[in-house]
Antibody, heavy 125, light 107 residues
């Protein structure tokens, strides 16, 4: 079945970086964009950016410009999200999600499905 | 950036009753509006895409409607497993954005 499996929880010091992986299976990895979304404890969902695994093209939310980098390894069907200059406010669960969709009548509908199980990143001194 | 405003923030509903959740967009997203359900400790689960199409395996008691800037998610008869937080999400423009969520709790 279509599945995204993320790496395990991380504890990081302020000012350092974290790299979270998202391994895809059950579909052609290069055919669908991967998005990253984070969620602080008790808070809503915050979109961070996307990557096209075929071309490596990325797009980042303004809040994360200059601090986030999304990469991929097509040989292992894995996408990576690296966040640098970590601060306590970056403590959150980080999700990857496949952007699926279809086009009809010249219009394209998109949605995120499936999602990875989430990776808790804790930033603490 | 398109801002999605969900209301109410919390909805108290008795089992078997109807729940109506609202999502308003700051500008038109056509019908490119998605609804997710999230339970504690779990990733969001796709419910509705294209404003009104149920995802595979989603029960018929969930329905979505609307277009442009006004959208509604209706749960016709609440079951115990439906108590959760619901998010709307627009995939029409960049950046992708989410509403702040509506928590459906037991009355």
């Amino acid at each position: 079945q279509v599945q995204l499996v993320q790496s395990g929880a991380e504890v990081k010091k302020p000012g350092t970086s974290v790299k979270v992986s998202c391994k895809a299976s059950g579909y052609t990895f290069t055919s669908y964009d991967i998005n990253w979304v984070r969620q602080a404890t008790g808070q809503g969902l915050e979109w961070m950016g996307w990557m096209n695994p075929n071309t490596g093209t990325t797009g980042y939310a303004q809040n994360f410009q200059g601090r986030v980098a999304m990469t991929r390894d097509t040989s292992t069907s894995t996408t990576y999200m690296e966040l640098s200059s970590l601060r306590s406010e970056d403590t959150a669960v980080y999700y990857c999600a496949r952007e699926s969709g279809f086009c009809s009548g010249g219009y394209c509908y998109k949605w995120f499905d499936p999602w990875g199980q989430g990776t808790l990143v804790t930033v603490s001194s | 950036e398109i801002v999605l405003t969900q209301s109410p923030a919390t909805l108290s509903v008795s089992p078997g009753e109807r729940a109506t959740l609202s999502c308003r967009a700051s500008q038109s997203v056509s019908s490119n509006l998605v609804w997710y359900q999230q339970k504690p400790g779990q990733a969001p689960r796709l419910l509705i895409y294209g404003a009104s199409t149920r995802a595979t395996g989603i029960p018929a008691r969930f329905s979505g409607s609307g277009s442009g800037t006004e959208f509604t998610l209706t749960i016709s008869s609440l079951q115990s497993e439906d108590y959760a937080v619901y998010y709307c999400h627009q995939c029409n423009n960049w950046p992708r954005t989410f509403g702040q969520g509506t928590k459906v709790e037991i009355k």
